[in-house]
C-alpha cells in the first residue's frame, strides 16, 4: 500500500472517532440527565486522547513525507495539504503543554460561571491570567512549526488562509464606516413605522411544528437528521445524521425560529460535503468562517428580507393560529430587522454585530500578543464598546465577562463571525446576479435554486479549495467587505 | 507500579469504550435517523474493534499473570477472576474467526428479516448454518481455553458458575411439573370470573406519564436516567445515566406499563452497582440470569402481585382518566396474571415462559453438539412446542423463525431468562421472610424497603461473589427451582 492510502485509511479511523465525540457531546447537551456528566466527561477525554495520540502517530509523519512523492489527483492533494495543516496543530505542542491547558482552562470556565452571576470579574481574573499565558505558549509552539506570527497560528486552526493583517485590513475598513453607518439606521428607523410586538405566548409544539415546517421547506430531510432543544442552539452530529438544536421562549417566537433558520443553514452545509470524500480532511467544511456564511446566509440574508417574511407570514399565522396587523409580513419585517445599540454580541442584529466581533478581535490579538494585560480588559472593553458600539456596559457581567470564548481558552475564534458575515453577503448578491429575480423566487418559497446553488458552489467543494479560490470561484471575487456594506445600506438605508 | 494497579487503570479504559458503545447503541435505538445508520455502524465497529485490542493486548497477560503473586483483598481477587474470564473469552478465539462469525451472522439476521416476513425457513438455512457451523469453532475455542464443554463455554460468557448439567437438572425438574402445571391453571382460570378487557385508546402522553410515576414511585431518580420509547423495549446506558425505553401500544396501556416495570428493575441494578468498583470487572452485574432476575423481580413477583394491583388501580383511574369495573384492582390483577398457551415467547405469561426457554435450551445445545441439523429444526421445534407448551405453529414464522437470537449468532443465551425467573422467585420469597407482611407494604406502595434490601443484598456486590454464594447469602439457599414453583402453585392454583 502506498503511503497516501495508509494516510486516507488513519485519517478515516480519526475521523469515526471525532463522530462518535461529535454524537456524545450532542447527547450531553440535549438528552443526558444531570447524573451522567461525571462519566460523560471522561469518556469525553478518553476518545480525545486516542484522537490525539492517532494523530500525533509517528508514522503520520512519515506516511506524510513519503506521499508528497506519489502521484495524487487534485483531491488528494488538497487532502494531504489538511492532513499535514492538522498534524501540525496537534504536534506541534507538547502533549504536556496541551494537558496543562485543558485542566487550567477548564477550571477557568467553571469559576467564570459562577462569577459571572456575581460580577465579579477579579475572581476570574487570575484564572483567565493563566489560561492566556499558556495559550501564548501553544501559540507559540504552533507559530514556529507554520512559520507565522502567533495570533496568526491560532487564526490557521479555524481560518486558514486568513492573515491578521488581512483581518486589520477588513476589520478597520469595517469600524471606519460602521459606527456612522449604525447612526444613520437608527435615525432612519426612528423616522419610519415602529414594529408592533408579537403576543404570546407561544406553545412550545407550535413553534416545533413551525421550525420543521421552515427546515422541511429549506430542503432538510428529517432522513438524515434531527430538531431538538438545547440551552444554546446549535449544529451537531455527523454529515449523514445532523443534530440541530435550537431553544424556544415561548413569549418571543421569533428568536428561536431565527435560531433554526441559522442552524438550518449550518446542517445544509453539512448534508452537503462531498459524499466520496466523507471522513476524508478534504470532505470536511472549509473553515469556520465559511461555515458561518452558509448559516448567515439562510438567517440574515434570506431569513430577514422582506420577501422572505412576504413568504413566511402566512404560515406564522397559520400554524400559531394569530391574525391581525402584528402578524403581516411587513411587520414581521420590521421586528426580524431591527436594529439596537446593545451590549450582548448573541443579542446583536446583524448591523451592530460586526462592531462586537471587532472590539473582541482587537482585544484578544492583543492578550495573545502581551499588549494587554488582563487586569486592563475592562477599561479596554468599555473604551471599545463606546468606540464601535457607541454604549458602554454598567458592570463586567454584560461586559468583558460576557462571552465563554476566552474562559474556555478559545482564542483565534472570533473573527470568523464577521468574516462569515461577509462572505454571506458576496454569496448573496453573486445568487442574486445569477437568479436575476431572487425575490421573487422567495417569495414564493421557491429556495431549492439557492441551496442547490450553494451545495454546487460551496458544500460540495469541502476543503478542495482555500477560501479565497472558493469565494471567488463562487462569485468572482476574493473576500471583499464592499459586498457587506452594500447589503447592510440596501437593506437598512435605502428602502 | 503493580501488575494489578495496572490492569485496573487498563480495564477503566475498556470500560469506559463499553460506555460509549452503550450510549451509541441506545441512540441508534431511540434517536437516529435512518440516514445515520450507515455512519454509526462504522462507529460501531470502530469501537469494538479498539475494544477487543485493548483486551487481547499481550501485556494483559503478563499483569494477569503478575498479579496472581499480589498481595489482594477480596473485591480485587475476585476483579481478577472476571478480568481474567473476559480475557479468555476475548483472547482464545482468532481475531480471523471473530470476524468471519462478525460477517456471516449480519448476513443471516438481514436474510432472517426479510424471510421471517415471507415465512421462508429454506431462504434462512444455509445461512444459519453457517453461523452454527462458526459458532461450534468459537465454542470448541473457547471450551479448551476454560477447559469445559463446547456449549458449557458459550453459556459461560452470560453466566458464569452455571453448568449445562446443572441446568438439565433444573430444566428437566420444571419440565416435569410444568405441563401438568399449565393444564391445572388453565382450568382453573376457566372456573373463575373472567377479565374485563381495558377499553382504549390510550394516549401515549398519558401512558408516558403513568410509567414514570410508577418509576418514580420504585425509586428511580430521574437525575440518574431517562425513559424513552423504542421499537423493543430496553434497559441501555451507563450505571449513573440509566437509558430506559418502552413500547406505548395505544390499545393495550399493560403492555407498555409492564414493559417499563420489567426494565425499571435491570435499572435499579444498573443505578445500585457499587460505585468504588465502577468502571471494573467487579463492579459489574454479576449475570444475565442475575440481571433478569431483578427486572423480574420488579415485573413478575412485585408488579402481577395482587397487592401491587391494590396499590396501582386507582393511579391507572386518575392518570388515564378511566373507571368502572375495569379498572378494579381485581381486574387489572386477573388481566396481568392471564395464562394462555401461546406461540411466541416474548408475549408468554409467566407460568408458560419457561416452557418456550426449555425449548430454545435443548434445541440450542442440539445444535451446538452437532445433535440437531439446521434442516431439522422446524420439526424439531414442533415436537417440542408440542410437549412442553402443548401448542404447535401452523408456520415457522411464528415457530423456530421467532427469535433473533440464533440468527445473529447468539448461543447460550437463553436459559437465562428462566434461571432470572426462578432467582426472582427465590429472592421474592426471602423478602416475604424477612419483612413478614410484604403484601401489606405493597398495597400501600412502601417499596423502599424491598428495592434497598435487593440494593443491599444484589446490587451493590456486583461481582464480588459468584451466583450461587450471591444467592445463597440473600436467601440462605443456592439456585432452587422449588421456589419458582412455589411461586407458580401459590399465585395461580392456591388463590
Redesign the interface.
Known sequence: MDAYQRLEDHFE?LS??G??IS??RW?DAV??????A???A??LA??KR?HHERLVDPRVADWLDAAADEELDGWQQANLREMRRRRIHAASVPAELVERFSRVSSKCESVWRTARSDDDFERVTPHLRRVVKLKRQIAAAKAEALGVEPYHALLDLFEPGMSPERIDEIFDEVARFLPELIEEVLQNQARQQQPKPLDGPFRVERQQKLARRMMEELGF??????LDTSHHPFCG?????VRLTTHYDEDDVLRGQMAVLHETGHALYNLGLPSQWRNQPVGMPRSAGVHESQSLFVEMQLGRSRAFSRWSAPLYQEILDKSGDAWSADNLYRLKTRVRRSLIRVDADEVTYPAHVILRYRLERAMIEDRLQIEELPAAWAEGMEELVGIVPDDDRDGCMQDIHWMSGLFGYFPTYTLGAMMAAQLFEAAREKFGEVDEMVEVGEFAPLIDWLGETIHSKGCRLQTDELLEEATGSVLDPEYFRRHLKRRYLDA
Open positions: 479511523e469515526r472517532l463522530e462518535v454524537v456524545l447527547d438528552m443526558m440527565p444531570p447524573g451522567g461525571e462519566a460523560r471522561e469518556q478518553l476518545l486516542m430531510d428529517f432522513d438524515y437528521g434531527r452530529g455527523v454529515p449523514d445524521d
